[in-house]
């Protein structure tokens, strides 16, 4: 939050659904290229991709959340984030692909809703909360729940360590 009490955010769209991120933990946004696929990875973890001399593991954003993978387009973009994993206390450089990046926003604070208890396929834990966008919503994201979990921590650490 800035301290005017508003919160600046990155929108991004997987399918029709639209996403936020607090642009504090987006770095840049990327073209898509094919990143370098690491052995037996899982489907999520899509490879390496060389981001101004380090590597980075890039995470398929779409398949993490559950839903049905797409084929890139011209469109698809990488968000080149921090997530600091709680796991390991480790600040985290990923690359997550998205079906494209709609825009920069601000946010009043008191406009920011909790996420809804019921009726979303979303888990609660991964939720921020809602911002109301042009008749429709966003969901702003939690990354490090999105990416907590031992094994998940552990694989993405020694992943962004290895390269």
């Keep these: ?16 659904e639209q996403f936020a991120l607090p642009v504090g933990a987006v770095r840049e946004i990327l073209d898509h290229h094919a ?3 690491v052995p037996h990875a899982p489907a999520w973890l899509l490879g390496l991709t060389d981001v101004r001399g380090a590597s980075v593991p890039v995470i398929d954003l779409r398949l993490r959340l559950g839903l049905t993978p797409v084929t890139v387009t011209p469109t698809t973009r ?23 990046v709609l825009d920069v926003r601000s946010y009043a604070a008191a406009t920011i809703e909790p996420p809804p208890e019921l009726g979303v396929r979303w888990r609660a834990e991964h939720l921020r909360g809602v911002l109301r966008r042009d008749g429709g919503f966003a969901i702003l994201l939690d990354l490090a729940s999105i990416f907590s979990g031992h094994a998940d921590a552990e694989l993405l650490i020694d992943t962004a360590e290895d390269s």
Aim: overall charge negative; glycine content about 8%.
């Design 35 to 37: 990143p370098f696929r």
């Design 78 to 100: 990488v968000l080149v984030v921090e997530v600091t994993l709680a796991e390991r206390a480790a600040i985290v450089t990923l690359g997550l692909t998205v079906d494209r």
């Design 1 to 16: 939050m800035s301290a005017a009490g508003e919160l600046q955010v990155v929108v991004f769209a997987l399918g029709d």
